[in-house]
């Protein structure tokens, strides 16, 4: 009903003398650090374009690779989200709204929803991002041959 566009990004980890790689799954583009020229991504949607060109444009931006004590090279996508629903936050309280229809691109006609947290998917979404991070910090670490999977 109302979309998006956000940056995916591919990053592919490797020694500098090439004997070892990894590529990790699609992730979304977060930011670009000032201070130093990270880049940082998330597993979820955090930035977003008002469109397909925007992000595009944008991308021209971004570095392709970055040099360290690992190399990463950098693989760039647009994909459009389609936001069906939309949630009020005041401090702790959560209100879900339906989208019923856009109206412009800052106005949108939304529809109250009697909804219940799902207390498991959100501890399945912190399970997986403690994943990555470990699998990220074993492959720096140099343990190649560990085996690590979702729940």
């Not at 498991?120 to 041959?145: C, E, M, P, W, Y």
């Amino acid at each position: 009903m109302f979309t998006k566009y956000a940056i995916t990004v591919i990053d592919t980890v490797s020694t500098r003398d090439g004997s070892r790689s990894h590529t990790a799954d699609k992730a979304y583009f977060e930011k670009l650090s000032s201070y130093n020229g990270y880049l940082h991504a998330s597993s979820t949607v955090t930035t977003t374009f008002d469109s397909q060109e925007a992000a595009e444009n944008f991308i021209e931006e971004l570095p392709v690779s970055r040099c360290g004590e690992y190399n990463n090279k950098y693989e760039y996508g647009v994909e459009a989200i389609e936001y069906t629903h939309a949630n009020h936050s005041g401090w702790s309280d959560v209100h879900p709204y339906e989208i019923v229809r856009v109206v412009s691109p800052k106005t949108i006609e939304i529809r109250v929803m009697d909804a219940e947290l799902d207390k498991i998917g959100s501890l399945r979404s912190l399970l997986v991002a403690l994943l990555v991070t470990a699998q990220t910090k074993a492959l720096r670490s140099g343990f190649t041959n560990q085996t690590l999977s979702t729940p």
